[in-house]
Nanobody, 123 residues
């Protein structure tokens, strides 16, 4: 599976962005998908994940209520709608895919990664 993330940019505090992650291959629907982010000088952290069927979603506490993850298996794409953005959301956002695992927030369970897209939130 090859992943291509897009949709990042510069936005003011309180604004919104929608990230997209397009996947190649016909097996996309078999994978759980996640979004992670890495801020300058910090380790990569979990943001959100969605099960292969789309029936289960998971969020980091820091984004719960503001971000929404979704997927369209017909389009081989997963989305991250980000609302009420804060300066602390500034980071490179990565999408990732995994075949199976125990914890959606564990980056080491993900097998495939996109190249990242930069989100900058100005204060």
């Amino acid at each position: 599976v090859q992943l291509q993330a897009s949709g990042g940019g510069l936005v003011q505090t309180g604004g919104s962005l929608r990230l997209s992650c397009a996947a190649s291959g016909r097996t996309f629907r078999r994978y759980d998908m996640g979004w992670f982010r890495q801020a300058p000088g910090k380790e990569r952290e979990f943001v959100a994940a969605i099960s292969w069927s789309g029936t289960s979603t998971y969020y980091a506490d820091s984004v719960k209520g503001r971000f929404t993850i979704s997927r369209d298996n017909a389009k081989n794409t997963v989305y991250l709608q980000m609302n009420s953005l804060k300066p602390e959301d500034t980071a490179v956002y990565y999408c990732a895919a995994r075949g199976w695992g125990e914890r959606f927030d564990n980056q080491y369970e993900y097998d495939y990664w996109g190249q990242g897209t930069l989100v900058t939130v100005s204060s």
